[in-house]
């Protein structure tokens, strides 16, 4: 499945398989259903959410969550939006996970998957990075997002890191910088 990881969003919202107008891959949780010790779970709040341009309509759950096949920190438990109709995800995305900071007094926050494995123990810090390679050059390494750390290995020097204090109580990782400048 594709999703999009979204600083600017809370929930984990993901086309499920009763999604009349999906046009990609769905989230199959029939099969989760079916076992007796499934981890899939309805709730009862149904409900719409809206993110920029993409209006939704679904349910809520609850699931154990991975971001690939073979991840070994599974965020178990975790509250997402079952889509069963939507308007304005494009055909190639499946979902959104929103990647927010959380910490704002003026919002409701949904359940963040960050915060989720950092409460479970599955990472130590609250922090994620993401590489993104030159998707123009076939032979590039492939973009990724480390979860838990940051890989220093992708950088000319670890001691070149800086790290950005975000504003306290603020939902979308805000800060005021006057300037960058990227060099060789």
Do not use: H
């Not at 989230?27 to 989760?32: A, L, N, Q, S, V």
């Not at 990724?144 to 940051?150: N, P, Q």
């Not at 220093?152 to 504003?167: F, G, I, R, T, Y």
């Amino acid at each position: 499945m594709r999703v999009i990881f979204d600083t600017g969003s809370d929930w984990l919202v993901i086309e499920g398989v009763n999604c009349t107008n999906c046009e990609n891959n769905t989230y199959d949780f029939t099969d989760e259903l079916l076992k007796e010790e499934g981890s899939f779970n309805w709730l009862e709040k149904r409900g719409e959410r809206r993110y920029g341009s993409a209006y939704l309509k679904g349910r809520e759950a609850t699931d154990t969550v991975c971001l690939t096949k073979n991840e070994t920190t599974c965020a178990s438990n975790f509250q997402m939006f079952i889509i069963d109709y939507q308007e304005g995800i494009d055909s190639n995305i499946d979902g959104i996970l929103g990647l927010s900071s959380g910490g704002s007094s003026s919002v409701t926050t949904g359940p963040l998957y960050i915060n989720a494995l950092k409460e479970q123990g599955l990472i130590s810090n609250r922090v994620f990075a993401f590489f993104f390679s030159n998707f123009l050059d076939e032979d590039a390494a492939p973009s990724y997002v480390d979860i838990g750390y940051f890989d220093p290995s992708s950088m000319s020097s670890v001691n070149d890191l800086v790290w950005l204090e975000v504003l306290p109580n603020d939902f979308w990782w805000t800060n005021y910088i006057e300037g960058i400048m990227f060099t060789n």
